[in-house]
């Protein structure tokens, strides 16, 4: 028999490529390489032009910029403003006085207190109840029903659900007519007018809208605990509070973390509602630090004053943040180490 030979061919390597299937032409066969690139050859580090670790700058700096203008600017702006004397016409250097003046003014450190009262009310009340609540609904039957009906007052705005208990909290309002209805009249006071029961009550309203937010994230929390851990802990006997300690708890760690923090950075800067139903009176017994910047800067014109009670919030919120996230995430500072 004659024929024509063809070469031997060896195995295509990764460099050289596939090899699309033969074709004939005349009594000629030949085969054609397709070239490719190889994983290594398809992406160099820092090639082209947009290529390399700066590569996603061009997109993040329009983010940049608005957290320049409207968060580092000002920040920076209330502290070089903070060592001035200001009334909004005229400003003169006055160095650390407004700091000085700080720890001599009564209303700055009944301010400080009301402070302290929202941070340990909210965090008491809204947590402590959205948690309860939670799980007391959680396998209950129309207990989807009834944590809607819970979360309803978290979708009224703050205004709303202020002027809701300002009627509910004067003189002549709800509370004080069911109390003297049943027989209480010694109980019925003027709430919004005498420390402390004008702060403790705007903590109360202030729980009765913030409870519903906390219960949504805490059964979000309660579903994703597997059922297989609740099973077993069922066959080994726990029940009841044992079931609540040992199995509940631990699994919402990561939710009880985001709600208490987001706790206290809302009571910490809790402004709308004791605006509208005693505007930090009488007598600024009320004020809160928050309120207490706006009042000075916007309405005294003491805006040197202002920015430093704004930048002692501001050192309080971050570090109040901080010492609470280290300590419940000692797991990421194990990793660093």
Known sequence: MTGTATPAQGPATPAQGPVEPVRERGRRRVRRKVPTRTPYQAVKPGGGRLG???AALPWALPAFALVGVLLVYPFLRSVYGSFFEDNGFTSSFTGLDNYARLADDPIFGRSLLNTLMWVAGTLLLPVLAGLLLAVATHRMRFGGIVQLIIVLPYAISGA???????FMLTSDGAVNQVLRGAGL???ARTWLLEWPHNTLSMIVASTWQATGLNVVLFAIGLRAIPRETVEAAQLDGASGWRMFRYITLPGLRAVTV????????NSLKAFDMIWILTKGGPSRSSET????MYRETFRLFHVGYGSAIALVLSVIVVASSWMYLRRQMPDADAAKS
């Open 258 to 265: 985001v709600v208490v923090g987001m706790a206290i950075v």
């Open 185 to 187: 009249d010694g109980w």
């Open 289 to 292: 630090l928050a309120l207490s």
């Open 160 to 166: 709303a659900t202020a002027v809701l208990w300002n």
């Open 52 to 54: 390399g670790p700066l």
